[in-house]
């Protein structure tokens, strides 16, 4: 069965800094390039980071030099290190593959003041 589940979110001020986690079933994981997504209210879901199977990752300009996105394989887990956190990084934060997509996990909440 296809399962995510996000963790890790959290209120913190600004510049600040967070990780999120990913636990991932199987048959997502494997050999699949992994991302995280986050959803403020009232907007569309954007991508923030990516990461292959071997560990190539991409990021949105927005976040770039402040997120990192990893993965443990072994745990079937992928990771964002979000530090420097700004109010604008405030959403739900989700996790999947960069497509086709997997039935969505319930998100975690970050909440970034100011």
């Known amino acids: 069965q296809v399962q995510l589940v996000e963790s890790g979110g959290g209120l913190v001020q600004a510049g600040g800094s967070l990780r999120l986690s990913c636990a991932a079933s199987?048959?997502?994981?494997?050999?699949?390039?992994l991302a995280w997504y986050r959803q403020a209210p009232g907007k569309q879901r954007d991508l923030v980071a990516s990461?292959?199977?071997?560990?190539?990752?991409n990021y949105a300009d927005s976040v770039k030099d402040r997120f990192t996105i990893s993965r443990d394989n072994a745990k079937n887990t992928v990771y964002l290190q979000m530090n420097s956190l700004k109010p604008e990084d405030t959403a739900v934060y989700y996790c999947?593959?960069?497509?086709?997509?997997?039935?969505w996990g319930q998100g975690t909440q970050v909440t970034v003041s100011s």
């Open positions: 999947n593959r960069a497509g086709p997509f997997a039935p």
């Open positions: 990461i292959t199977s071997v560990g190539r990752t």
């Open positions: 199987g048959s997502i994981f494997r050999f699949n390039t």
